[in-house]
């Protein structure tokens, strides 16, 4: 359990933007900014529509061979 939670704490440490994310609510978005320590910008497709989170709720990074 504390490997898991350590893998998690430093995948949220090094996000960055342009990495595609799914959050704990099942979102899909590319970080278009990162504001402050805890919020992250996700532009969600198809219209844009610009969705603040935190970045506790990022559950995963999409890997480029995941979006194909």
């Known amino acids: 359990m ?6 998690q704490q430093k995948m949220l440490s090094t996000l960055q933007n342009g990495q595609a ?3 704990s609510g099942g979102i899909l978005g ?5 504001e402050g320590e ?3 910008v996700l532009p969600v497709k198809p219209d844009n529509v610009k969705i603040q989170v935190t970045r506790s709720s990022v559950s995963s990074v999409v890997s480029a061979e995941g979006k194909k």
């Open 38 to 40: 805890a919020t992250l």
């Open 2 to 7: 504390q490997r898991q939670r350590k893998t």
């Open 21 to 23: 994310v799914v959050t």
């Open 30 to 34: 590319t970080i278009g900014a990162i």
